[in-house]
T-cell receptor, first 113, second 115 residues
Framework: GAGVSQSPRYKVAKRGQDVALRCDPISGHVSLFWYQQALGQGPEFLTY????????KSGLPSDRFFAERPEGSVSTLKIQRTQQEDSAVYLCASSLQGPQPQHFGDGTRLSIL | AQTVTQSQPEMSVQEAETVTLSCTYD???????LFWYKQPPSRQMILVIR??????QNATENRFSVNFQKAAKSFSLKISDSQLGDTAMYFCAFTTNFGNEKLTFGTGTRLTIIP
């Protein structure tokens, strides 16, 4: 497709379960970002990839959060042993290299029961 | 720490009127990029307008324009001839990290256009 694609759009999990969120960026986009958006708040940075290299993971809230982009295209954000505070919308964005506008996906709304 | 402040949680305006959303930011960097993003209920974040800090001229995109005051660290968005489709959350954001252009966002302003 022409835009950033994220799946699933909605995910409900029980506390303690592991979840995996997928992001398919725009073809040719070198940079890929993950953000977490709590209800009523602005997005907050989680992690950044340049191609397959994870250059910044300073925003990941705990070691339960893990992200990868093994072939420099599709990325997966994994959350292990989910907690209720993990409930949020997870946004993925991609861009060309450099200070270029980021293109966002529709996000995955994660609800932990 | 780099921060973005949007002091207007909610605003409403009649269709066809002009509205201005305010944003202030704090950074010690001299070169950076500022953005306004729109997020309708569908959730997709859409870029509205971008301003490069080293450019004096204010950016414009059709009905959208900014008032960039670098010394005051202010970056307001003006929407002229507002339309019903402008109803959305608006987020101010900036980046200073060239080589890692992660965005720092404000808390947003919910704008409602009244028919």
């Amino acid at each position: 497709g022409a835009g950033v694609s994220q799946s699933p759009r909605y995910k409900v999990a029980k506390r303690g379960q592991d979840v995996a969120l997928r992001c398919d960026p725009i073809s040719g986009h070198v940079s890929l970002f993950w953000y977490q958006q709590a209800l009523g708040q602005g997005p907050e940075f989680l992690t950044y990839f340049q191609n397959e290299a994870q250059l910044d993971k300073s925003g990941l809230p705990s070691d339960r959060f893990f992200a990868e982009r093994p072939e420099g295209s599709v990325s997966t954000l994994k959350i292990q042993r989910t907690q209720q505070e993990d409930s949020a919308v997870y946004l993925c964005a991609s861009s060309l290299q450099g200070p270029q506008p980021q293109h966002f996906g529709d996000g995955t709304r994660l609800s932990i029961l | 720490a780099q921060t973005v402040t949007q002091s207007q949680p909610e605003m409403s305006v009649q269709e066809a009127e002009t509205v201005t959303l305010s944003c202030t930011y704090d950074t010690s960097e001299s070169n950076y990029y500022l953005f306004w993003y729109k997020q309708p209920p569908s959730r997709q974040m859409i870029l509205v307008i971008r301003q490069e800090a080293y450019k004096q001229q204010n950016a414009t995109e059709n009905r959208f324009s900014v008032n960039f005051q670098k010394a005051a660290k202010s970056f307001s968005l003006k929407i002229s001839d507002s339309q019903l489709g402008d109803t959305a959350m608006y987020f101010c954001a900036f980046t200073t990290n060239f080589g890692n252009e992660k965005l720092t966002f404000g808390t947003g302003t919910r704008l409602t256009i009244i028919p």
